[in-house]
């Protein structure tokens, strides 16, 4: 049975991984033709976002059918082919459900807008103001109200996200049910692993105005997530000891997290929370530039360590994803030490007690999209976002300059496979511009190269099977109030594991406050790492030390 604990997930945004068939898009063929690619990466498992029914308002995040692949991404037997070609090769499929929330061309919602009551009983409908307005003042993740007004019905209908995107009713069992069968559905394809969107979102609470902040309070860890939670377990993916699961987890808390990813809680598996990835936002608002907190991200990162550890949890541990900018622009260096800093960076993560997530091109150092003129961008959340600051007067310079470090887009550019036309993602005109630095930072040129930040992914993939502190060792902090290095410490039946990196781009002398003696450097992005009491660590240099 694959243990989670000492795997790797390689994340895969199908629209932009690879283009078999000349429009543009990328599609379930073109994973399948890359497993060769990802054998050789060493990933066990492969999370592709959503491929279902959809009208991609949201990239497939606004299913419209669950049941059925979207012909934009192929056919079932192309998906049957992939599964098939995966299990080969020892690499298991984990699918992305999006259960919080349908495409408003769900049958289901056109059921409920043409009068049916069983339907609309599926969704969360509620009677305007008498002033006509929302039902309450909570606010959309995507901007705006939270609230549409559905004519139709007379009533608003509840969208955390796009007003595309309709929040399910969780009180309904008959949702619950639907939901069972879904997974049940997907279970019986073979597929051993499931992400679940938003998922601690699903239990709201009271419907009240709330007069601190977005609404997220009434409805972020919810009153009943824990049982719903433990249902869908129960029902459908906890019959099978060898799925994995791992909740997205928006907003929540630690407190929640240790229910939701405890050994013997019968929920999840893991959890991703979202933290440490705010260290760069002003609060929880995302579009407002100022610099990464450097002593906040340890802070919380050690934090989270220690806490889901002392309460047996397990963490997905990551920087990037498809909503996230690219890890090195964000906190590494595109420039001169744009592969140090982006060994360093994974060197951080994948020496964390928890299952590493590896988003596509994140092995290659590839970076934020590098557009420059507004029509480049896609995304739903940074369309909207747009005009939002653009009605409060900024200018379209600084709405271009807030997307540029921001948008989710930059995660979203095509995979850069070769140097030539398109980053050999396409023969056709892609769904969006692919980075002109493809012609530097390609599989190609890195996939044979010892050097290359491929095959430093490579070998802390390989390291976390071949040594059991990484997946089992406990956590400790080093010197956690140093200005400029992250350093940690892993223990587990007398390997003793050493993460030393120094997170910036300027040389710093560290004094170790362990005793070195019989560490080895197990791993470095430098070539002649010499590890000393008192410690000359270049810019962004990684060691992962270890002792036996
Ligand atoms: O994301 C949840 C979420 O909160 C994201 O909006 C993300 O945190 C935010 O955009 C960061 O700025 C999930 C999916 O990963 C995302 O792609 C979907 O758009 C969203 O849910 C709605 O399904």
């Known amino acids: 049975m694959q243990d989670f604990k000492k795997s790797v997930v390689y994340q895969i945004y199908p629209k932009s991984f690879l283009d ?3 429009d543009g898009l990328g599609e379930l063929r073109g994973v399948t033709q890359k497993l060769d690619y990802l054998k050789e990466l060493g990933v ?8 279902f029914v ?18 934009r991404y192929g056919t079932m037997e192309d998906f049957e082919e992939l599964a098939q070609q995966a299990n080969r090769r020892g690499i298991r499929l984990m699918l992305d459900m999006v259960f919080n929330h349908t495409s408003t061309e769900h049958i289901w919602f056109q059921k409920a807008l043409a009068g049916d009551p069983v339907y609309q009983d599926y969704y969360i409908f509620r009677p305007a103001r008498p002033d006509g307005s929302a039902p309450t003042n909570w606010q959309s993740k995507f901007g705006g109200s939270a609230w549409e007004y559905a004519p139709q019905v007379g009533k608003y209908y509840l969208h955390l996200f796009d007003k ?10 008959a949702v619950r049910r639907e939901v069972q069968q879904i997974v049940r559905f997907w279970m019986d394809k073979g597929v051993k692993g499931f992400r679940f969107d938003v998922v601690n979102l699903i239990s709201k609470g009271e419907y009240a105005d709330d007069d601190q902040g977005d609404g997220r ?22 019959q099978d000891p060898e799925i994995v699961t791992v909740g997205e987890m928006s907003s929540t808390s630690m407190e929640n997290c240790f229910r939701y990813a405890g050994a013997d809680c019968g929920e999840l598996s893991m959890v991703f929370s979202f933290h440490h990835l705010k260290v760069d936002f002003m609060g929880n608002e995302k579009w407002v530039i100022v610099p990464a907190d450097f002593g906040r991200l340890k802070e919380l990162l050690f934090s989270w360590q220690e806490g889901m550890a002392a309460h047996n949890a397990w963490n997905a541990v990551f920087w990037c994803n498809h909503d996230q900018p690219r890890v090195v622009s964000r906190f590494g260096d595109e ?26 091109g994140e092995e290659l150092g590839m ?10 961008y896609r995304d739903v959340e940074s369309l909207n976002h747009f005009q939002i600051l653009r009605d409060k007067g900024l200018s379209e310079e600084s709405v271009y300059n807030i997307l540029k470090i921001h948008s989710r887009d930059n995660s979203r550019t095509p995979m850069q496979w070769t140097a030539g036309e398109n980053g050999g993602f396409t023969t056709g005109t892609p769904w969006i511009n692919v980075n002109p630095n493809t012609s530097r930072i390609n599989a190609a040129s890195q996939v044979e190269d010892p050097d290359s930040i491929f095959a430093y992914y490579k070998a802390l993939i390989r390291l976390r099977k071949e040594y059991d502190v ?16 992250l350093a940690y410490r892993r223990e587990y039946k007398g390997q003793s594991l050493l993460c030393v990196n120094n997170f910036y781009r300027a040389g710093c002398r560290w004094h170790c406050p362990m005793l070195l003696e019989g560490y080895r450097v197990l791993l470095s992005n430098y070539s002649d790492s010499t590890p000393a009491a008192d410690w000359e660590l270049r810019p962004y240099e990684s060691v992962l030390l270890i002792r036996e």
């Open 20 to 22: 078999t068939n000349g």
């Open 44 to 51: 066990d498992y492969i999370w592709l976002t959503p491929f």
């Open 54 to 71: 959809s009208p991609q308002n949201d990239n497939g995040y606004d299913v419209a059918d669950y049941r059925t692949i979207d012909p």
């Open 164 to 173: 595309t995107q309709a929040d399910l009713n969780w009180e309904n069992p």
């Open 217 to 238: 309070r009434f409805y972020t860890d919810g009153p009943r997530i824990h049982e719903f939670l433990q249902e869908l377990n129960r029902e459908s993916f906890g």
């Open 335 to 360: 420039g001169e030490y744009w592969k140090k800093s982006a060994k360093m960076l994974a060197g951080v993560i994948h020496g964390l007690r928890g299952t590493p997530y590896v988003y596509q």
């Open 367 to 376: 970076t934020n999209a590098g557009f420059t003129r507004l029509e480049q």
């Open 470 to 485: 990484f997946a089992y060792g406990d956590f400790a902090p080093v010197d956690q109030k140093h200005p400029s290095v």
